[in-house]
T-cell receptor
């Protein structure tokens, strides 16, 4: 049982480049989400989804796009990377059986934008 | 802005002592969760307490929830060096309109 799989683990981009962070879960969870973690800021919610075809913005959505074409996958796209997007990114998923249940986290992607 | 806020931001205690950290939130919730993050790792779920519960235990962990004060506390008893980590509370707003949001965390250091 793989849980939540995030790729890549590390990435360095130049300003203006685009890339996609991949996230996949094999637990048939309805809820998937992306967070970024910066020193002293805790985790901030970027985008989330409560099911295939449904996405919504979190606290810090600007500069990021998401889509949810399947239950399993929830990729995060940076269309034009900026130094302010240097951060550690976490994907997480959970069941929504009784509201938001226990979140399962991926191992994170450390992104540096030069 | 973030829904939950942990207090204190940092806590250093001796091994064997109890550690208490608090979380305050702003609006009505369905449930509140606590997570641990070891340095350089992802977050791990510790415990979930629902809005109609007042106290929950899991091993050396005790969580309380006071919905009238919009606050929760996490108590770790008989602390160990391995408990050194950052601890976060997470809340979902009633109705789930904004996903699951986290506070900034409490960094706990257990001195051997």
């Amino acid at each position: 049982n793989a849980g939540v799989t995030q790729t890549p683990k590390f990435q360095v981009l130049k300003t203006g480049q685009s890339m996609t962070l991949q996230c996949a879960q094999d637990m048939n969870h309805e809820y998937m989400s992306w967070y970024r973690q910066d020193p002293g800021m805790g985790l901030r919610l970027i985008h989330y989804s409560v099911g295939a075809g449904i996405t919504d913005q979190g606290e810090v959505p600007n500069g990021y796009n998401v889509s949810r074409s399947t239950t399993e996958d929830f990729p995060l796209r940076l269309l034009s990377a900026a130094p302010s997007q240097t951060s550690v990114y976490f994907c997480a998923s959970s069941s929504l059986t009784g509201g938001y249940e226990k979140l399962f986290f991926g191992s994170g992607t450390q992104l540096s934008v030069l | 802005s973030q829904q939950g806020e942990e207090d204190p931001q940092a806590l250093s205690i001796q091994e064997g002592e109890n550690a208490t950290m608090n979380c305050s939130y702003k609006t009505s919730i369905n449930n509140l969760q606590w997570y641990r993050q070891n340095s350089g790792r992802g977050l791990v779920h510790l415990i979930l307490i629902r809005s109609n519960e007042r106290e929950k235990h899991s091993g050396r962990l005790r969580v309380t929830l006071d919905t009238s004060k919009k606050s929760s506390s996490l108590l770790i008893t008989a602390s160990r060096a391995a408990d050194t980590a950052s601890y976060f509370c997470a809340t979902d707003l009633r109705g789930g309109a904004d996903g699951l949001t986290f506070g900034k965390g409490t960094h706990l250091i257990i001195q051997p």
